[in-house]
């Protein structure tokens, strides 16, 4: 069985196909930096790597590049031999607590809950719709990465608004990053030698998109974002925590209008609000200029994530084991480090030469004294939605 999934961001489309008999990597890729003036196609097969540069307008474009380079590239002979599709999707409401076939009320659902995901459930429901354009009859599975974290308890995933726009229009803490979040714990646990439901973990998924999560007995317990995938820590482009009085602010005083302020919200802050960019590498090579915009976002990126690490030992009760994953998590030393020596009250001791290792797989980066363990755990979002996506298609 082949099967192809699609992980697609607010900016980007990576995609891994796989042979499930054995779950190897036939082949694999990305496509970043969509809707820019010029994109970068990184398409990978067992034997090379491609690379190029072209102007892609929208996911659906790229999805539709990837199906024909899937051909060209000659690792398929026709899209018939793909046996099933596997999306993920970003926002599952409180509906979708586990994947699900897709089909056109479960689109219509996925469209339903864009409101609460604007850059991402319309992205998901384009790469599906492109998927139904070039490939005839294919399966599709939706994961979603709200499905992870409907363990959080009632008294963390309310906010302290009347009860009636929970009951009536669901706003409550939802949180995202669900199926990196349990991934990367539950393969944390395994290289720790231990079971997963022995831990208190809090995972740090950090890239475009950033949160926490507290993981306990290998459930989620808490998650930094909540209703929508703004909330939460300073991101790429997202301003996470706010006063919310601000956003009346600019409503009141300036031009702005709600659509104004959201696209301001999501798409124009965080790194790149500060600094003037949402990519890590620039901003760490103009820290090494004493670039201060660059500084100040590094400085306010890392303390919001160390008022997240505080506030989450706590709720947790104890800390084993602290865990960095995505793009920034595992390949910058410097955000690393920047976070792990600001948690000595914790007696968090971070082994400089090992944070310092350039190393693909999943490895503990802490001095033997420090009393939590600390981890680099790649995270592989589409190896658990390939995974549950033939879960999905035996059932047919």
């Known amino acids: 069985?082949?099967?192809?999934?699609?992980?697609?961001?607010?900016?980007?489309?990576?995609?891994?196909?796989?042979?499930?008999?054995?779950?190897?990597?036939?082949?694999?890729?990305?496509?970043?930096?969509?809707?820019?003036?010029i994109s970068t196609v990184y398409f990978n097969t067992k034997y090379k790597q491609h690379v190029y540069s072209e102007k892609i307008g929208t996911h659906a474009n790229a999805i539709e590049l990837l199906l024909k380079m899937l051909i060209s590239h000659q690792v398929i002979v026709a899209f018939e031999?793909?046996?099933?599709?596997?999306?993920?999707?970003?926002?599952?409401?409180?509906?979708?607590?586990?994947?699900?076939?897709?089909?056109?009320?479960?689109?219509?659902?996925?469209?339903?809950?864009?409101?609460?995901?604007?850059?991402h459930n319309p992205i998901n429901l384009e790469g599906m719709l492109a998927v139904e354009s070039m490939i005839e009859n294919v399966p599709q599975v939706a994961v979603f990465d709200t499905a992870f974290h409907h363990t959080i308890p009632s008294y963390a995933h309310r906010y302290a608004l009347p009860n009636f726009l929970y009951e009536d229009l669901g706003i409550r803490r939802y949180g995202f990053h669900g199926t990196s979040h349990h991934y990367v714990a539950s393969q944390t646990a395994k290289a720790m030698g231990k079971k997963i439901h022995e831990l208190a973990m809090i995972t740090l998924h950090l890239g475009n998109g950033a949160s926490v999560c507290?993981?306990?007995?290998?459930?989620?317990?808490?998650?930094?974002?909540?209703?929508?995938?703004?909330?939460?820590?300073?991101?790429?482009?997202?301003?996470?925590?706010?006063?919310?009085?601000?956003?009346f602010y600019l409503m009141n005083h300036t031009q702005m209008n709600a659509n104004d302020i959201e696209h301001l919200l999501n798409t124009q802050s965080g790194l790149k609000g500060i600094a003037g960019t949402n990519d890590m590498r620039k901003i760490e090579e103009r820290i090494n200029q004493n670039d201060p915009l660059a500084i100040l976002a590094m400085e306010m990126f890392v303390?919001?994530?160390?008022?997240?690490?505080?506030?989450?030992?706590?709720?947790?009760?104890?800390?084993?084991?602290?865990?960095?994953?995505?793009?920034?998590?595992?390949?910058?030393?410097?955000?690393?480090?920047?976070?792990?020596?600001?948690?000595?009250?914790?007696?968090?001791?971070?082994?400089?030469?090992?944070?310092?290792?350039?190393?693909?797989?999943?490895?503990?980066?802490?001095?033997?004294?420090?009393?939590?363990?600390?981890?680099?755990?790649?995270?592989?979002?589409?190896?658990?939605?390939a995974k549950e996506t033939v879960q999905i298609i035996n059932r047919l």
């Open 303 to 385: 303390y919001r994530i160390i008022k997240y690490i505080g506030a989450y030992a706590v709720a947790l009760g104890h800390l084993d084991a602290l865990v960095f994953t995505g793009g920034i998590g595992e390949h910058s030393a410097k955000t690393r480090e920047a976070i792990c020596t600001k948690l000595t009250l914790f007696g968090v001791q971070i082994d400089t030469y090992l944070n310092q290792q350039n190393n693909t797989l999943c490895r503990s980066i802490h001095d033997p004294s420090s009393k939590i363990a600390l981890w680099v755990t790649p995270t592989d979002e589409e190896l658990s939605i």
């Open 214 to 247: 507290a993981v306990k007995g290998g459930k989620s317990i808490d998650t930094s974002m909540g209703m929508t995938p703004l909330e939460g820590l300073m991101m790429g482009s997202r301003s996470g925590d706010i006063d919310p009085g601000v956003i």
């Open 81 to 119: 031999e793909l046996d099933a599709v596997g999306h993920r999707v970003v926002h599952g409401g409180d509906l979708f607590h586990k994947a699900v076939l897709i089909t056109p009320e479960v689109k219509n659902k996925i469209a339903s809950f864009a409101p609460l995901a604007p850059l």
């Open 1 to 37: 069985m082949q099967v192809l999934v699609l992980n697609a961001g607010s900016s980007s489309v990576k995609f891994k196909l796989f042979s499930a008999k054995i779950w190897s990597v036939v082949a694999s890729g990305m496509i970043e930096n969509i809707f820019e003036p």
